[in-house]
């Protein structure tokens, strides 16, 4: 079937410290965004790609897209404690988003 | 403005029971997505409504499940004969392209469903 995954499941670092996660997918995806899930919360959008090779920035967050759009990666230079949550990617097929895994992000002061 | 409601925030029913959830979604917002979470996992897609009408029904785990849009707005999910299994949280998410194809899906709070 259509999946989605995810690694690290989890990931501790220390603050300053960067961060990434990577989204895989087994089919090509028409679009990818990204949600970010505080504990306890509901996911809030991050942001879309759509191109191949597309490239965003968002402050400290910097996310791409594969060239054959089914990989995409979200990177976080310096994080902080504000950071701390689960980051799910949502992979476009038809009419359904596939959510991703998961990567869980603590960060220790 | 307001953003998406949804009712109840919590239920706590017997196995066996039929629960009915609703979401409120963003006024004038097109699309509806139906989504259950598991504790600690990610999010399932059950179903999706443009307009009134769900092209894709196919996440829908059991025909013990239905989901009905009515007026281009409120959505209920109905479970009959609840299984433990159904424990989660459903969440709800509503939706508009832009201009520039820019979809943004809004969550509401979901609603926590215990089955004992």
């Known amino acids: 079937g259509q999946q989605v995954m995810q690694i690290p499941q989890y990931q501790h670092v220390q603050e300053g410290e960067d961060f990434t996660t990577y989204c895989n997918s087994s089919?090509?995806?028409?679009?990818i965004q990204w949600y970010k899930q505080r504990p306890g919360g509901h996911p809030v959008f991050l942001i879309q790609?759509?191109?191949?090779?597309e490239v965003k920035k968002q402050k400290r967050l910097t996310f791409q897209f594969g060239e054959a759009k089914k990989n995409s990666s979200l990177h976080i230079t310096a994080t902080q404690t504000t950071d701390v949550g689960t980051y799910f990617c949502?992979?476009?097929?038809?009419?359904?988003?596939?959510f991703g895994t998961g990567t869980r992000l603590k960060v220790l002061a | 403005g307001a953003g998406v409601s949804q009712s109840p925030s919590n239920k706590v029913t017997e196995k066996g029971k039929d629960v009915e959830l609703r979401c409120d979604p963003i006024?004038?917002?097109?699309?509806l997505y139906w989504y259950r979470q598991s504790l600690g996992q990610g999010l399932e897609f059950l179903i999706y409504f443009q307009g009134n009408s769900a092209p894709d029904k196919s996440g829908l785990p059991s025909d013990r499940f239905s989901a009905e849009r009515t007026g281009g707005s409120v959505s209920t999910l109905t479970i009959q004969r609840t299984q433990q299994e159904d424990s989660a949280v459903y969440l709800c998410?509503?939706?508009?392209?832009?201009?520039?194809?820019?979809?943004?899906?809004?969550f509401g709070p979901g609603t926590r469903l215990l089955v004992l």
């Open positions: 006024s004038g917002h097109t699309a």
């Open positions: 949502a992979g476009r097929r038809t009419y359904k988003y596939i």
């Open positions: 790609l759509v191109k191949s090779g």
């Open positions: 998410a509503s939706s508009l392209v832009d201009r520039g194809l820019q979809e943004t899906q809004y």
């Open positions: 089919t090509t995806l028409s679009n």
